[in-house]
C-alpha cells in the first residue's frame, strides 16, 4: 500500500510518505454492537501505590462492529525480529482498507453541533447500550492498564493486549441507551454535595497539583538519573550501591545468549554480574522450550524480555509502561545496536564466536544507548506514539525551505532534512524512499539527546546503519548545528559554550548520503542550502518558531480546562503537541503526565480492546483518550474538570488541528 | 580548487590552508586537544566522538603569514578503522595522540604513524602528542610512559614531539604552531578574502605529487 514498494522491507504506514489513500475506503458508517458503560468508580486504596491512579474510573467502551478486521494500530515500529504476536507488520495494514479517503477527507469539520454528539470524523457515530450482562463482579480485578500484575498469558501466548480490557465495566449508573453526548452529561458526575463544595471552589486545580501524601510511587524519580559509582572491590561499596541500583526506577540490560554482558543502563560490571547470570539462566530455560519467556512480576517491578538473533534485552520498571511499550523500547535499542554494526555485521560476530564480547564493537556508542533509555524513562511522546513532530510553519514558508533544499541538491544525496531541537523542518527524499520514524528516533536522539555529535562543535560526518532504510549496510550522514540564538552568518562561527543552549534551540542540517567519500559536496551543499535560507528569510523564520517554542494549551484554545493533549495524526506519523509549560515542567511532573499517557495510550491499545473513547477519572487528573482511524488523541486536564469542558476542549483542539494541519504535519514532504 | 576564486595578495601576506588529521587510541583527548585549539575549550565528561568532526581553525604565524588548519578529528574506535584512509588520504600534516598514562595507547600511536608512513601523502608531517600531562603533574606515578622513551622513538621516526595538556592548555598552541611552521609555506597561495570556511580541499586522491598548501589554486 505504500507508495514505495521498493524502498524497503516495510513501505507501509510507518513511514513518511503521501497520504495515499490507496485503500479506497468504505466510509465507515459503523453503528452497530457498540456499548458503553459508565459508571462511578471511587479508587480504591490499593491503587495508590501504583502509578496509574485510579485510571478508569469512567469508561466509555466503543467496540467496532465486524471484530475480525479492525484493531487499533500498533506502534508502527520495524518488525525485524521475532516478535510472535505481530504477525502482521505493522498492525495498522490490516485497518488500511477501512480509513477513509484521507486525503479527499483531510478536514471532516467537526461543528458544533457535532461536539454534542461527539461523533468521529469518519462518519460513524452509533448507538450505544449498556448491556445488562456485564457485571461488575466481572471487572473486578482488570483495571491494572500498566500490567503491573502477573498476567500469566503473556508468557503463554505472547498476546500483550489484555483481552478483557474492552470487558471492563463499572457499577452502570446509566440506564438505557444513550449516546456519547452522555460524555458531556454532567450528571452522571453525581457527586455528592461535599465533592461539589470542594470543586467549585477549586475549580481549576491543575493535574497533580494536589500533592498527594499517599502516592510514594515517583519519590525518588529526581535521583533516577543519577550514575551509580563503579564497585570498589578494597573499599566494600557493594551494599550501598545495590541499594542504589534497586532504587531506579527502570533498567535496561542487554546480554548475549551466550550470558556475555553487553549493556547495562545502570551500575558497573561488577554490579550487575550476578543479575545478567539469572537473567540468562531464565531466559534460556524457556528458550529451549517452544515458549519463550516474554516477561514476569516481582512485586510492583514488570520485568519484559525482548530476544533478537544472538541478543537478550530484558526492561526492568516500575513505573507502569505496558508490556508492548516496553518491548518498543527495547527494540529501539536493538535498532540503536544494528545502527552502529548493521545486520550482517552482528550475525557475523556471533556465528563466528557464540561467546562474543560485544562491548569492544559497541565501544563509544554507550552513551547513544543510555540516552535513548533516558528518553524513555523520562516520558517521549514521540517514542510513546512512534510517531514525530514538526515545527509548525506556515504551507509557504515550509514550500521555500523545501524548495531550497531541492535547488540546492547535489547528486549524491539521497535524504535531506532540516531538523530544529528534534523537530522537523524539512525533508527532501527520493519519490522511492521513505524515511522512517523508528529511523528518525535513533538520528535524532544522537544529535539532540545524546552530547557527543554536539559538543564536538564543528561539522560531522557519521557512518550510520538506518534499519529501517535498510539493516544491511551504511549510510552516511552530514550534520551540522546552527542554534536559533545565534544571528550570526555561518554555523561554524556560532559561540558553542557546551551545554549552555538546550537541545530545543539547536538547528540541524542533516544530509544523508550512501557515499562515503561525499563530505565535501554535502558541505557544499549545507553551505548552499544556508546561505540560500538566510537570504530568502527563511532563517528567521525557522529561528523565529523555534524561539516561539510550542504554544500553550490555552493560547490554542483560550479558557480551556485542558493542560495538555498530544494528537497523532496516523496518515502522517506524526504528533504535535502542545508545550509542557507552566503545568508540567521539570522532570517529576513530565513523568506524571507520561505515566498518564502510557495508560491511555495502552488501553487504547489493548489488544482486543476496541476501545475508541477513553474517558479517565482519578484523585489528580481526569484525562480522555480517543482514538479514530485518522487520529489518536490524549488529553489531560485538572480534576474538577467536568467531563463537558474536557469533550468540548477535545473538540475545538481537534477543529484547531484540522485548521492548522498543514502548517503542524508536514504533509508528504517533497520529493526527487 | 573550484570553490575557490582568483585570490588578490594583500600586501605581502601569505595564506595557506592544509588539512590536519587526529588519530589515536579512543578516550587519549584528541577531540579534547582540536577543542582547546579551535574553541580554547575544555570539557571534563564528553562523549565519545560519532564519526568524525571537522572543524577549522586559523593561525598567524607571523605578522605576514596566516595559517588555517581544516581539521578531521576522527573517532578511535576499531569498528572506524576502514574509514581512515578517507581522512588522512590527503592530509598535510597528522597528529598522532596517545595518553601518556597508559601504555598501551602508544603501541596504538606507533601503529598509526606506521600506517601514515606507508599509505598517507608522502611528505605528510607528523606530530606525536603525548597527552593527559596534567595528570602526571599532579601525580607523577601516573605516568606510563616517560617522556624520554617517546621522545626517542619520535626522533627515529621523525616525527615532532609535545606532551600536552588538553585541561590545561599547556603545549596545544605550540603543537599546532610547529606544525604549521614546518609545512611548506613557500608554496602557500595567496589570500583569498572570500575563500572562507567555503574552500574546500576534496577528498578525493590528488595528482600525484601536489601537496603543500592544499592544492590551491595558484
Ligand atoms: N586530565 C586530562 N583529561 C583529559 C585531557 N584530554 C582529554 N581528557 C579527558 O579524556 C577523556 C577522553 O577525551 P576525548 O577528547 O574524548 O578523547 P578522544 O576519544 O581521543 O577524542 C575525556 O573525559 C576528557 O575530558 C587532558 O589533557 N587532561
Ligand atoms: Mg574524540
Redesign the pocket.
Known amino acids: 500500500m505504500g507508495s514505495s514498494p521498493t524502498a524497503s522491507r516495510s513501505s507501509s504506514n510507518n513511514c513518511i510518505r503521501q497520504p495515499n489513500a490507496s485503500g479506497q475506503a468504505s466510509q465507515a458508517d459503523d453503528h452497530g454492537n457498540t456499548t458503553m458503560t459508565v459508571g462511578e468508580d471511587q479508587m480504591s486504596a490499593e491503587e495508590v501505590e501504583a502509578p496509574q491512579e485510579g485510571m478508569g474510573a469512567v469508561k466509555a467502551t466503543v467496540e467496532d462492529r465486524d471484530d475480525d478486521g479492525y484493531r487499533p494500530p500498533l506502534p508502527p515500529r520495524p518488525n525485524l525480529s521475532k516478535t510472535p504476536e505481530r504477525p502482521t507488520t505493522p498492525g495498522g495494514l490490516n485497518t488500511s482498507h477501512r480509513r477513509p479517503s484521507l486525503l479527499s477527507k483531510p478536514t471532516t469539520a467537526v461543528s458544533s453541533i457535532d461536539i454534542q454528539t461527539l461523533s468521529f470524523p469518519d462518519g460513524s457515530r452509533g448507538t450505544f447500550s449498556t448491556p445488562a450482562s456485564r457485571s461488575v463482579s466481572e471487572s473486578a480485578a482488570l483495571d491494572t492498564p500498566g500490567s503491573m500484575t502477573p498476567k500469566g498469558k503473556h508468557s503463554q501466548n505472547g498476546s500483550e493486549g489484555d483481552d478483557t480490557t474492552s470487558l471492563m465495566s463499572y457499577a452502570p449508573t446509566m440506564k438505557g441507551t444513550g449516546d456519547l453526548a452522555s460524555l458531556l452529561n454532567d450528571d452522571i458526575n453525581a457527586q455528592s454535595p461535599a465533592w461539589r463544595l470542594l470543586s467549585s471552589k477549586a475549580d481549576t486545580v491543575n493535574p497533580f497539583e494536589a500533592i498527594d501524601y499517599e502516592n510514594t510511587s515517583l519519590l525518588n524519580f529526581e535521583n533516577e538519573f543519577n550514575e551509580i559509582a563503579p564497585v570498589d572491590s578494597k573499599g566494600g561499596n557493594e551494599e550501598e550501591l545495590l541499594t542504589q541500583f534497586k532504587a531506579k526506577y527502570k533498567h535496561y540490560l542487554c546480554l548475549s545468549s551466550a550470558g556475555k554482558p553487553i549493556y547495562s543502563r545502570h551500575g558497573d560490571q561488577n554490579l550487575i554480574n550476578g543479575y545478567i547470570g539469572i537473567i540468562q539462566t531464565l531466559i534460556s530455560f524457556y528458550e529451549g522450550s517452544k515458549d519463550p519467556l516474554h516477561g514476569f512480576t516481582a512485586g510492583g517491578t514488570r520485568f519484559v524480555i525482548f530476544i533478537a538473533g544472538p541478543l537478550y534485552f530484558v526492561a526492568i520498571s516500575r513505573l507502569g509502561e505496558s508490556d508492548a511499550q516496553l518491548r518498543s523500547q527495547l527494540e529501539a535499542l536493538y535498532m540503536q545496536i544494528l545502527s552502529t554494526l548493521t545486520l550482517p555485521t552482528l550475525t557475523h560476530l556471533f556465528s563466528n564466536r557464540p561467546n562474543t564480547d560485544l562491548r569492544r564493537p559497541l565501544e563509544?556508542t554507550e552513551t547513544l544507548l543510555s540516552s535513548l533509555a533516558d528518553t524513555f524513562t523520562k516520558g517521549s511522546p514521540s517514542a510513546l506514539l512512534s510517531a514525530l513532530e514538526c515545527l509548525k510553519l506556515r504551507k509557504s514558508q515550509r514550500y521555500v525551505i523545501n524548495n531550497t533544499l531541492l535547488k540546492a541538491r547535489t547528486e549524491k544525496l539521497l535524504y535531506g532534512l532540516i531538523v530544529a531541537g528534534g523537530r522537523l523542518v524539512s525533508v527532501v527524499r527520493p519519490k522511492r524512499h521513505s524515511l522512517h520514524p523508528s529511523d528518525l528516533q535513533l538520528i535524532f536522539n544522537m544529535l539532540f539527546e545524546a552530547g557527543g555529535v554536539k559538543a564536538g562543535g564543528g561539522e560531522n560526518w557519521i557512518p550510520l546503519c538506518l534499519p529501517g532504510f535498510n539493516n544491511r549496510g551504511y549510510l552516511y550522514m552530514y550534520v551540522s548545528f546552527l542554534s536559533a540564538y545565534d544571528d550570526g552568518q555561518d554555523g561554524e562561527e556560532r559561540p558553542s559554550t557546551p551545554g549552555s543552549s538546550a537541545r530545543e534551540d539547536e538547528i540541524a542540517v542533516l544530509l544523508i548520503s550512501a557515499e562515503k567519500e561525499s563530505f565535501y559536496e554535502l558541505k557544499q551543499m549545507r553551505d548552499d542550502v544556508v546561505s540560500q535560507l538566510e537570504k530568502n528569510g527563511s532563517m528567521d523564520i525557522i529561528k523565529a518558531a523555534v524561539r516561539q517554542g510550542r504554544p500553550s494549551t490555552a493560547d490554542i484554545v483560550p479558557g480551556t480546562q485542558l493542560r495538555h493533549f498530544l494528537y497523532k495524526s496516523r496518515a502522517n506519523v506524526q504528533y504535535t503537541m502542545p508545550s509542557f509549560n507552566p503545568y508540567f515542567n521539570g522532570l517529576l511532573p513530565q513523568r506524571r503526565l507520561m505515566n498518564l499517557y502510557n495508560n491511555l495510550h495502552a488501553q487504547i491499545h489493548a489488544k482486543h480492546s476496541h476501545l475508541k473513547v477513553l474517558h479517565s477519572v482519578s484523585r489528580d487528573s481526569v484525562s480522555l483518550a480517543w482514538s479514530t482511524p485518522l487520529f489518536e488523541f490524549y488529553c489531560v486536564a485538572g480534576p474538577n474538570a467536568s467531563r463537558a469542558s474536557i469533550a468540548h476542549g477535545a473538540n475545538k483542539v481537534i477543529q484547531w488541528v484540522k485548521r492548522e494541519e498543514e502548517r503542524v504535519f508536514i504533509i508528504g514532504g517533497a520529493v526527487f | 580548487m573550484a570553490a575557490r576564486g582568483p585570490g588578490s595578495r594583500a600586501g605581502n601576506s601569505r595564506f595557506a590552508q592544509f588539512k590536519l588529521v587526529?588519530l589515536?587510541?579512543?578516550?587519549?583527548?584528541?577531540?579534547?586537544?582540536?577543542?582547546?585549539f579551535v574553541k580554547d575549550q575544555?570539557?571534563?565528561?564528553?562523549?565519545?566522538?560519532i564519526g568524525a568532526a571537522f572543524l577549522t581553525q586559523t593561525i598567524s604565524l607571523d605578522d605576514s603569514t596566516t595559517v588555517k588548519f581544516e581539521i578531521w578529528?576522527t573517532?578511535?574506535q576499531e569498528r572506524y578503522k576502514s574509514l581512515a584512509p578517507m581522512y588522512y588520504r590527503n592530509a598535510n600534516c597528522a597528529v598522532v595522540?596517545y595518553?601518556i598514562t597508559q601504555a598501551s595507547s602508544l603501541d596504538k600511536a606507533k601503529a598509526w604513524v606506521k600506517e601514515l608512513q606507508r599509505q598517507a601523502n608522502e611528505n605528510i608531517i607528523i606530530a606525536l602528542a603525548g597527552?593527559?600531562?596534567?595528570?602526571v603533574t599532579e601525580q607523577p606515578d601516573k605516568r606510563a610512559i616517560p617522556a624520554a622513551d617517546a621522545e626517542a622513538y619520535a626522533r627515529e621516526a621523525g616525527l615532532l614531539f609535545f606532551e600536552?595538556?588538553?585541561?590545561?592548555s599547556?603545549n596545544v598552541k605550540e603543537l599546532f604552531t610547529a606544525i604549521a611552521k614546518k609545512l611548506p609555506l613557500d608554496q602557500a597561495g595567496p589570500r583569498n578574502p572570500r575563500s572562507g570556511p567555503r574552500a574546500g580541499v576534496d577528498l578525493r586522491p590528488e595528482a600525484p605529487g601536489t601537496q603543500g598548501a592544499g592544492a590551491c589554486s595558484c
Open positions: 563509544g | 587526529l589515536g587510541e579512543s578516550a587519549v583527548g584528541k577531540s579534547s586537544l582540536v577543542l582547546r575544555f570539557d571534563d565528561y564528553r562523549e565519545s566522538t578529528d573517532a578511535g595522540v595518553d597527552n593527559k600531562l596534567d595528570l600536552t595538556s588538553a585541561k590545561t599547556e
